[in-house]
């Protein structure tokens, strides 16, 4: 009678993730529509592997109590699409895609903080700014 009970049983259920097909993955992944905050900066390291780092703000709220937050990224393109980004004005709409992590440390005070840290996978232009020179010159 046992064997029929255990026969009789449903298979133990596996853990499956019912809204997405894709595999589980320690890495959270973020969209970003904002505008750059400042231009894109080149950043050597020590492993000769070239990076470029740059914020996008971000704004939300009421027009009368206009929030605004600011996101650090991360890039690691080299040759043609490094230039491109490098080439982007201060104030371009982007659509960032990127794997967000979060990282604790101990400050200089001994308090602990977090930092989010967003790697770029993908960049795509929404609305190019205007260039510094011809911003001084509409201004004259």
């Known amino acids: ?5 255990l026969l009789a049983r449903p298979a ?3 853990l499956t993730r019912a809204f997405s097909t894709t595999p589980a993955s320690k ?13 894109p900066e080149p ?3 020590s492993t000769a592997k070239d990076l470029t780092r ?3 703000a971000t704004s939300y709220g009421p027009a009368d109590n206009r929030q605004t937050s600011y996101f650090r990224v991360t890039c690691f393109d080299e040759g043609p699409k490094r230039d491109y980004l490098l080439g982007l004005p201060k104030g371009t709409l982007v659509y960032v895609e990127g794997d967000a992590t979060i990282r604790n440390y101990d400050d200089a005070e001994g308090k602990r903080q977090s930092s989010l ?3 770029q996978r993908t960049l ?17």
């Open 117 to 119: 840290n967003v790697v």
């Open 12 to 14: 133990p259920r596996t």
């Open 27 to 39: 890495l959270a992944r973020m969209t970003i529509v904002g505008r750059l905050a400042a231009e």
């Open 1 to 5: 009678m046992s064997l029929l009970r």
């Open 124 to 140: 795509e232009v929404l609305k190019r700014g205007e260039p510094r020179n011809q911003e001084a010159e509409s201004q004259s």
């Open 43 to 45: 950043v050597a390291t």
């Open 54 to 56: 740059y914020a996008v």
